[in-house]
């Protein structure tokens, strides 16, 4: 009987011990996924929190442009100033056109290509950003959709959508020179991709009214 219940003590004991360490590592796996997401959504606060702030700062040198027609930067340290402002009424987007088209600058918003006309001008201006966030409208836009810029100096002018078609970036060819004034707006292509990338964009072409 000693034996027996020796036995059974030690099968027990065997499969206690697994037992608990599952349970334990499940624990761990619990806290470990809580101090995760705690930690991303943090991350994810700070990163809209610092977007928000930008906006602001963006609208800030937007208004000061405008009333006193110097480049103003938004910030010390910016490599960029706003240019222009996009707005698309049927879509309900409102957004500053930065000048350049680095990543930096199209994290805050679309940036207007060096070398290309200025919105507005005679001539094709190329805006680009990115497909998920400023420019996410354009897979709703249609040919006649109407488009307006404000300039630095207060004017306003309207644009209506000529075209829209996708194309390999690497064949893209855009006019620098049009017989009217031209908006080009690009992002890559397709909108709903996983990963960003890819050689195909989307482009919208809109001319002055």
């Known amino acids: 009987m000693i ?6 003590g030690g099968s027990f004991d065997r499969v206690a011990h697994p037992m608990r360490f599952r349970k334990a590592l499940a624990i761990w796996c619990i ?20 977007a928000q702030l930008a906006q602001l700062l963006l609208l800030a040198a937007w208004d000061r442009a405008r009333s006193s027609g110097a480049v103003i930067r938004p910030w010390p340290w910016a490599d960029t100033h706003p240019v222009a402002r996009l707005t698309a009424p049927a879509h309900g987007v409102d957004v500053l056109v930065l000048a ?16 290309s006309a200025q919105p507005g001008d005679p001539g094709n201006a190329v805006i680009t950003a990115h497909r998920d966030t400023h420019f996410r409208f354009l897979k709703d836009t249609a040919k006649g959709d109407e488009l307006q810029v404000e300039r630095a100096d207060g004017s306003l002018r309207q ?9 390999d970036y690497r064949e ?20 709903d991709a996983l990963g960003p990338g890819g050689s195909l964009r989307y482009v919208v072409v809109a001319e002055a009214e």
Not at 31 to 42: E, H, Q
Not at 100 to 115: I, Q
């Open 159 to 167: 644009f209506r959508i000529r075209e829209s078609f996708v194309a």
């Open 100 to 115: 350049g088209a680095s990543g930096r600058t199209l994290a805050f918003g679309p940036g207007h290509l060096d070398g």
């Open 31 to 50: 806290t470990m996924l809580a101090v995760g997401g705690t930690a991303s959504f943090g991350h994810g606060l700070y990163i809209h929190a610092k």
């Open 172 to 191: 893209l060819r855009l006019p620098r020179d049009t017989a009217v004034p031209t908006l080009t707006l690009v992002t890559c292509y397709p909108f």
């Open 3 to 8: 034996n027996d219940t020796a036995d059974r």
